[in-house]
């Protein structure tokens, strides 16, 4: 049996390539974490520092946590830290932690919340046995209502159909209600940090079992793809904030040019052979549209003079007018008509994407998928790079 987490199973479904590097290979990286993670990590020790602190009676002054913040920021931070966003430096995203952090202490100095538990490093059963971290960022209770209460740093607002399908929370509510009996009621509490302000949701006991259901169905995925070893790339827009970018086979040429001067970046052999294959594919396209052109005007040339061969200097030309077929706009109708008039096997053909798709998907009869071999083969698609 196996310890699974929100984030753990959150990155198979981002990118499966992903969670077998970070998860199952457990590879190193040059690049530690991003920096929208490391500033939110930061916020995170503020926060729970200032609820210790209060717990032993200390007095916790805000000044004191930004004080704490930009010296953990001292400490921590390492050049190596992915910044995404171009337009964005690294300072500008400490100045966003220290504005978090003032606009929580000020709401919340005098909060009556009783806190449970900070950051907790818990585990709970999931129904097919496997573990589930429980890692709770503030755990609190006004009487027997208690509050899963999580961080939130950033950028998009967490609106109501958001929270009330958000996973992560939803889980640990049913580990609140396990571990604590007087719980009337399980609030789940997001503090949305950019917005200054709070969302919350709550869940019911069917609604908890099917979300471990479907959790541990989840699991059984992560599994079949662990005991066959396959674990494909999902590219997507959060790619760019992948720490993993360095392993991986979709970036790792990107990589490699980012790091050469202008010329050595010039004499790269894979950007030499992309600019010349997409010089060529301009061509070719440029060449069938005067291809195009030109059998237009032959045609015009013919009929000009009642030509049927057009000669050149070495090859000839036959233009030949003839009648060619228009099928019916409603296709399904039509074949159906063809099925009853039973020339449909005669006059279609094999669909072979159709039917690869099918063959891949396991979807065939038994002898057809048996009657078919496969081969392993390359496919070039040619595409724009993103602007830096
Ligand atoms: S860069 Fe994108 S495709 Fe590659 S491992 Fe990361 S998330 Fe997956």
């Not at 640990?172 to 604590?180: A, C, G, I």
């Not at 980012?258 to 594919?281: A, F, N, P, R, W």
């Not at 005007?297 to 000669?311: G, P, R, T």
Request: with cysteine.
């Amino acid at each position: 049996m196996a310890t699974y987490s929100h984030s753990r199973v959150s990155t198979f479904e981002q990118c499966p390539f992903r969670y077998k590097l970070q998860y199952i290979d457990h590879l190193k990286v040059e690049t530690p974490t991003t920096i929208e993670a490391f500033m939110g990590d930061l916020v995170h020790k503020v926060l729970e520092k200032m609820y210790e602190d209060k717990k032993y009676k200390k007095r916790v002054a805000k000044s004191t946590l930004i004080k704490f913040y930009k010296e953990l920021w001292q400490k921590e931070y390492s050049e190596n830290i992915l910044v995404a966003r171009k337009e964005l430096t690294a300072d500008n995203f400490k100045k966003m932690g220290e504005k978090f952090i003032s606009d929580y202490y000020d709401k919340y100095k005098n909060d009556d919340m009783t806190i449970l538990a900070l950051e907790t490093q818990q585990m709970m059963t999931l129904p097919d046995g496997n573990s589930w971290h429980v890692r709770i960022d503030k755990l609190g209770c006004k009487g027997d209502v208690y509050y899963v209460c999580d961080y939130k740093t950033n950028n998009s607002m967490k609106d109501q159909e958001d929270a009330d399908s958000d996973r992560q929370l939803a889980m640990y509510s049913s580990w609140v209600k396990d571990k604590f009996r007087d719980a009337k009621k399980v609030i789940l509490l997001w503090h949305m940090l950019t917005f200054n302000k709070e969302v919350t949701s709550e869940r019911n006991d069917i609604q908890i079992k099917k979300l471990q259901e479907e959790i541990v169905s989840l699991i059984k995925e992560i599994e079949k793809a662990t005991k066959e070893d396959n674990f494909p790339r999902k590219q997507s827009a959060l790619c760019s904030w992948c720490t993993f970018k360095e392993h991986c086979p979709s970036f790792k040429h990107e990589l490699v040019l980012e790091k050469k001067d202008i010329t050595e970046y010039k004499k790269d052999s894979g950007l030499k052979l992309v600019d010349e294959y997409s010089s060529i594919k301009a061509e070719l396209t440029e060449l069938n549209l005067k291809k195009e052109e030109f059998e237009s005007k032959l045609i015009e040339f013919s009929k000009q003079f009642n030509f049927d061969v057009v000669y050149g200097s070495n090859n000839l030309v036959k233009v030949k007018e003839i009648e060619k077929i228009i099928l019916p706009e409603e296709k399904e109708e039509f074949i159906a008509l063809l099925k009853e008039k039973g020339i449909y096997d005669a006059c279609s053909m094999i669909c072979y994407p159709k039917l690869q798709s099918k063959y891949f998907k396991n979807e065939l009869h038994p002898h057809v998928h048996g009657k078919i071999t496969k081969e392993k083969d390359f496919r070039l698609t040619l595409s724009k790079r993103k602007e830096e």
